[in-house]
Structures are given as structure tokens and as C-alpha cells.
């Protein structure tokens, strides 16, 4: 069984610039979480998704932030404009059922230059 | 959920059994301990997790205290790959929870 994906595994843009991640749950995982770690932080928190709805979207750091997941299968989650401070590796993780261990992908490192 | 400490940093000889404590004395009645770690800048990898009793799996053991205010993840024969950042986070049992990751403690094994 295929684990967590994420693409890509890096992207490298322009300050101001548009990116969008991509994250697949394993098959069937209704629950997707997003996190992310920053230079030199922890591992935050970002949002959670029950199939295509929005549990909970409390790491969600402002409005340049937009995550979707429309059919409830695969995410992304698009920063516009992306600023300096964006930069970092961005996690995802899914879960069958909402008390189920979280599984995490290999992270996308986005860095804004 | 309750707060976890760990200890910055340890060492351990390669063969040798790690011990990683925890420290979540502020745990409540359902919650659970889980232990993950990360190796490098891969995602954070999923070890192991118990409630209140011992646990064990092909990676580790968890040995939680009676009182359950403190834990510690075992790696019975570390190995160099084994170096990494370990995270203990408790989580509740209600569903639908993020994960709280710390600072975790970066354990290096020695060859």
C-alpha cells in the first residue's frame, strides 16, 4: 500500500511569486492534516480535513494561505503571494478515522527567495 | 493537550539500548502518549503509542509509568540510523486531533 505523497519534493520561487502543494492521502484516509516547520521552529500544525470539508483550519497563518481538497481525496494547498518568511518543509499526514495514528509524506521544502 | 519535556539531546552507543524519557505529568485519564521521530528533513515517522500499558512493536518499546505523568521509548539495539529528533506528543482519544510536536530530543547514536 502506497504511503503519503507529496509533490514536489522542492520548489524554489520568487518572493510574490504563486506555488501550489500537492498532498495524497493513503487510499481510502478520509482525515488530512497539513503542518509545516519553519527555519529553526517546530513542526506547526497547519489545517485538517474531513474528506473535502475543513475541520479545522486554526494553524492556518493568514490569507495568503488557501487550502482545498475537492472530492476528498488529494490536497494542495497554494500560497499567493508567497513572502520570505513562507520558506520551509511543508508536511502532510492522513488517517483512516479521526482517532487513528496520523501518517505522515516525505514533506515538500519550499524556499522563497 | 497535556504538555510534554524531553531532554535536548542524548548519545548513545551503537548496539546499545536507548532510553528516551518523557515527561507529561499534566496528562489526563484519555490521553495518549505517542512517540515519533524524524530523521534528517524526511516527515516525521510514527513509532509507537500506548494509553497506560507497556508496549512493544518491531521498533521500540514504550514503558509508561503507573502514575502515567512519564514515559520512555526504548530502542533495544540502536543503530546509526536511528539518529534523529524524537518527538513525545500526548494526544487525546476523542478524534479529530492535531499533533503538538515540541522540540523533541535529538538523539545521536555513537559508532
Known amino acids: 500500500e502506497a504511503g503519503v505523497t507529496q509533490f514536489p519534493s522542492h520548489s524554489v520561487i520568487e518572493k510574490g511569486q504563486t506555488v501550489t502543494l500537492r498532498c495524497d492521502p493513503i487510499s481510502g484516509h478520509d482525515n488530512l492534516y497539513w503542518y509545516r516547520r519553519v527555519m529553526g521552529k517546530e513542526i506547526k500544525f497547519l489545517l485538517h480535513?474531513?474528506?473535502?470539508?475543513?475541520?479545522?483550519e486554526s494553524g492556518m497563518p493568514n490569507n495568503r494561505f488557501l487550502a482545498e481538497r475537492t472530492g476528498g481525496t488529494y490536497s494542495t494547498l497554494k500560497v499567493q503571494p508567497a513572502e520570505l518568511e513562507d520558506s520551509g518543509v511543508y508536511f502532510c499526514a492522513s488517517t483512516y478515522g479521526p482517532t487513528d495514528t496520523q501518517y505522515f509524506g516525505p514533506g515538500t521544502r519550499l524556499t522563497v527567495l | 493537550d497535556a504538555k510534554t519535556t524531553q531532554p535536548t539531546s542524548m548519545d548513545c552507543a551503537e548496539g546499545r539500548a536507548a532510553n528516551l524519557p518523557c515527561n507529561h505529568s499534566?496528562?489526563?485519564?484519555?490521553?495518549?502518549v505517542y512517540w515519533y521521530r524524524q530523521i534528517h528533513s524526511q516527515g516525521p515517522q510514527y513509532i509507537i503509542h500506548g494509553l497506560k500499558n507497556n508496549e512493544t512493536n518491531e521498533m521500540a518499546s514504550l514503558i509508561i509509568t503507573e502514575d502515567r505523568k512519564s514515559s520512555t521509548l526504548i530502542l533495544p539495539h540502536a543503530t546509526l540510523r536511528d539518529t534523529a529528533v524524537y518527538y513525545c506528543?500526548?494526544?487525546?482519544?476523542?478524534?479529530?486531533?492535531?499533533?503538538?510536536f515540541g522540540t523533541g530530543t535529538r538523539l545521536t547514536i555513537i559508532p
Open positions: 499534566t496528562i489526563s485519564g484519555n490521553e495518549y
Open positions: 480535513f474531513v474528506k473535502e470539508s475543513k475541520q479545522d
Open positions: 506528543i500526548v494526544i487525546s482519544n476523542f478524534g479529530n486531533e492535531k499533533l503538538t
